[in-house]
């Protein structure tokens, strides 16, 4: 048995909660409304629930789905199997009931402070016991929610609990005003495209008749043109290298960093555990370089990812999966043309034109043929001036972000341990600055 630290107990997790529930074994009919039918889906890795898309059930089935238990506040839930080790906090006004391949427990406030258990399962020591207890079957792995009393779990007395929780949720209430900012300002980037370039209600557009077009009424100086067309002047569209051309020994844990589909997040690149190649290759593939203001599509799957490259991925390589968008004249703001293809009328035409009975696949002629509204310079240089002043705070934020939660992740697991304590962890934050 592991030591603890002096004043910690090591005890099984049942001394710490007053109840342990598990979901139901099978899946009531949808409804268009009602109480949430939580899925593993809505439970994020970083310990949040996500209530972005969601099954609903039909309030007069909403008894049946609880006869076990109720999620109220402050109960905690998480996966028991498929996707392992996720755990959310049952939020205040919450209605609804578990999924299938979800648990819950209602810890109890007497021996444990909710936050800090929840803080405690991101830990490298329950982490351990977990992959220790897991039985892998033929399609998906879980963990015995039998056993689960008894894993072993340190707990500190209350007050250092609570002391804990208090340095730790100071990143993370940064980390959620940083997030709400961000959704605040792309919400008023995207409202201000779709004033004028959706509903044609900028001023120059005032009394100025509509004329048809490919796409719809436009005003009668806006023109439509395929991207081919544009990217021809001094731009292009290009596939990311394929296979024969990037091997898998390639990769490497340092060099520069190759945006794949699954790095494409809400309109950005995500640089979190990206792939990344040693200088000699990427020198090799100079034709794939990425340049401030390219858009990075990605051709396979999910249609539609997506993400404007900004000065500080300038020479980031464009990996396989993705199509590179080059605009290199004045024609049409890169920053007008990212919001144009977030249009989900513009997301799902590109979609229905992907090729492949498996798995959807786009090819530089659909970009190509792909079709642009393309309004006066200076009504797009008006947009692109508002707009990238946006984008640059939003990826300050992000980057901000990514830092608090690198510097809470590390001190995370040592705090929970007891390894160090809150004061020690202030010293090596001063330390670190």
């Known amino acids: 048995m592991k ?12 001394h710490v909660y007053l109840n342990l529930y598990d979901g139901p074994h099978a899946t009531p009919a949808p409804s268009d409304d009602g109480p949430v039918f939580l ?42 199997e498929a996707t392992l080790n996720r755990y959310a906090i049952i939020p205040d006004g919450f209605r609804g009931c578990l999924g299938r391949r979800l648990a819950l427990i209602r810890p109890n406030p ?42 072993p779990i340190n707990i500190p007395p209350l007050a250092t609990q609570r002391h804990i929780v208090s340095f730790l949720a100071a990143f993370d209430d ?20 779709q004033e004028w370039f959706v509903r044609f209600r900028h001023p120059t557009c005032e009394g100025r008749p509509l004329i048809g077009s490919e796409l719809g009424p436009i ?17 292009e569209i290009k ?39 040693g200088e000699e290759k990427w020198r090799q593939l100079t034709r794939h370089h990425l340049k401030a203001g390219d858009i990075v599509y990605g051709r396979r799957g999910d249609i539609g990812r997506k993400a404007l490259i900004g000065e500080d991925q300038e020479g980031w390589l464009c990996g396989t999966g993705c199509i590179r968008l080059s605009v290199r004249n004045d024609r049409l703001s890169a920053i007008y043309l990212s919001h144009f293809l977030d249009l ?39 947009f692109a001036r508002s707009a990238t002043n946006t984008d640059k705070l939003v990826r300050c934020l992000l980057a901000q972000n990514r830092n608090l939660r690198t510097q809470r992740d590390l001190l995370l697991p040592k705090l929970i341990s007891g390894a160090i304590d809150v004061s020690e962890a202030e010293e090596l934050l001063e330390a670190a600055e």
């Open 219 to 235: 005003p009668q100086d806006w023109e439509v043109v395929s991207l081919g067309a544009i990217c021809d002047h001094g731009g």
């Open 239 to 277: 596939t990311g290298p394929f296979g024969s051309q990037l091997h898998q020994s390639d990769y490497k844990t340092e060099g520069v960093p190759v945006v794949m589909p699954t790095n494409l997040i809400l309109g950005r690149v995500d640089p979190v555990g990206i792939a990344r190649i």
């Open 344 to 382: 989900d009328s513009v997301k799902q035409n590109i979609a229905a034109r992907a090729v492949g009975s498996t798995m959807p696949n786009l090819n530089t002629s659909i970009m190509e043929n792909t079709l642009i509204l393309v309004p006066p310079t200076a009504l797009q240089r008006e």
């Open 3 to 14: 030591s603890s630290p002096e004043g910690w107990r090591r005890l099984p997790i049942r």
């Open 110 to 151: 007497d021996v444990v402070d909710t936050r800090f258990l929840h803080y405690s399962f991101f830990g490298a020591d329950w982490r351990e016991t977990i992959s220790e207890q897991t039985l892998a079957g033929s399609t998906v792995d879980r963990i015995p929610l039998i056993k689960f009393p008894n894993f």
């Open 39 to 80: 899925g593993i889906g809505n439970i994020t890795e970083e310990g949040h629930l996500d209530l972005t898309t969601v099954r609903h059930i039909a309030e007069a089935d909403f008894g049946k789905w609880t006869k076990r238990v109720t999620p109220r506040s402050g109960d905690i839930v998480f996966t028991y």
């Open 174 to 193: 940064l980390i959620r005003n940083n997030t709400r900012r961000i959704v605040i300002l792309e919400d008023m980037a995207r409202r201000i495209y």
